[in-house]
């Protein structure tokens, strides 16, 4: 298991959580998610799911095949489908799939430079894969902007979506090992791929990105990747502050749906990363059945079947009573305020009521505490999901400058 983050001081965490409980009073709904998900997945001849018992070195290369066009991007001169070795949660070889799409034209010298996409939430099951999916429309319209400025982009799924085990949705080091070796991996495919590359991530993907970012000058160094900096927008920086207070009696504040789904997914995954707090014994029987329905449902699936349910009513004791469980939170979803040795791109709507503002805000602020502060762009008329197109004209400049 990878290694404990440093809790934050309680006043610290009382401030986040009395903030974040201010936005969600005032808000309510929820922004697309980022997939459609309710059409059938795409394997493209290769079925991930079956590779139960395959292993490959981390940042290995398994089989590439081309994506099929139904799921491609229009400015995409060239689309793949893959997997590759990575780990997962507790550092044990796993395996992802992966989609590699190639701008128009002859690559540069070198290759062409890359951006690892980290993808937000689409859900657990496997059928939920973004590399066997339409991309959403603004996704679409985001990647291939990226395409257009002459950016390779390799599309990880994370470990265990798609391929054999449970993705560790929110557990941030493993993240970071996925995306640094994707871009390992779509190197060691053949594709004409430069070692330099960015890290570009959206909701879910945000905290990944961050997390990659913080540990990529590490992880990569074994793949001499030349790692130049991070865009994320609508992060979800510092939730466990909040998340660790889960109770039945908790307040009945009007939470959106959206909010809902994420603690269902949070308390999934962390159930399966920690068999051990016995999660289950926390739970009613309402619950427990939302958390098995969780491992196979995508986001639109999910929200239904969780409907109007508060997280309050999936508890029969506070989760608090597990031994040091804000520790364990921050070891498993906690996004680093220090550790960054390349530029870091913030970008947030404070319309945002999926990532509320006082997440991302507040990690400015440590960033900033930490002498790290990050180039922080406010959105003040975007929500979660808008902001990601509204940071185009800025996140371009970043990526421009720190890729030259």
């Known amino acids: 298991m990878f290694p404990a983050k440093s809790p934050r001081p309680a006043s610290f965490i009382t401030r986040v959580g009395a903030s974040i409980t201010a936005v969600c009073l005032v808000t309510a709904g929820l922004a697309a998610p980022a997939t459609a998900q309710e059409l059938e997945p795409v394997w493209s001849g290769l079925d991930t799911r079956a590779l139960e018992g395959v292993t490959l ?4 290369s398994g089989p590439v095949v081309p994506l099929d066009p139904s799921i491609s991007l ?11 070795g990575t780990v997962d949660y507790n550092g044990a070889p796993a395996l992802s799939s992966t989609a590699v799409f190639l701008p128009r034209g002859e690559a ?4 062409w430079p890359v951006v690892a996409w980290a993808h937000g939430t689409t859900g657990l099951g496997d059928q939920c894969a973004p590399s066997t999916l339409p991309r959403s429309e603004r996704d679409s319209e985001y990647l291939n902007h990226m395409l257009d400025q002459g950016f390779a982009i390799v599309a990880s799924d994370y470990a265990g979506l798609g391929t054999p085990g449970l993705m560790s949705y929110l557990g941030g080091e493993v993240a970071a090992h996925n995306i640094v070796d994707s871009v390992a991996a779509a190197r060691d495919s053949g594709l004409p791929l430069s070692p330099t590359y960015a890290v570009v991530g959206q909701s879910q993907g945000a905290g990944a990105a961050m997390n990659a970012a913080a540990r990529a000058g590490g992880l990569g160094a ?14 979800p920086a510092n939730i466990e502050a ?16 959206g909010l809902n789904v994420y603690s269902v997914y949070i308390l999934t995954a962390l159930r399966d990363a920690h068999p051990e707090l016995d999660i289950d014994s926390f739970l009613t029987p309402e619950g427990i059945g939302l958390l098995d329905s969780a491992e196979v449902q995508c ?42 040795d390349r530029p870091v791109f913030l970008g947030q709507g404070l319309l945002d009521i999926d990532v509320p503002a006082p997440f991302a805000l507040s990690l400015a602020a440590q960033m900033a505490l930490n002498a790290q502060p990050p180039e922080l762009h406010v959105y003040p008329t975007e929500d979660h999901s808008s902001t990601v197109m509204a940071s185009i004209p800025d996140s371009s400049r970043f990526l421009d400058r720190i890729m030259a």
């Open 299 to 340: 986001y639109n699936e999910l929200q239904e079947t969780v409907g109007d349910t508060q997280v309050a009513r999936l508890l029969t004791r506070p989760l608090r009573e597990i031994p040091n469980f804000y520790g364990i939170l921050r070891d498993y979803m906690g996004t680093p305020d220090r550790g960054y």
């Open 108 to 111: 540069p010298a070198g290759g």
């Open 242 to 257: 909040i998340f660790q207070w889960a109770a039945p009696d908790f307040p009945p504040i009007a939470i959106p749906r």
């Open 222 to 235: 074994p793949y001499g990747l030349d790692y130049r900096g991070v865009v994320a927008t609508g992060t």
């Open 57 to 60: 070195d981390k940042g290995q």
């Open 74 to 84: 229009a400015s995409a001169g060239e689309a793949h489908r893959s997997y590759y």
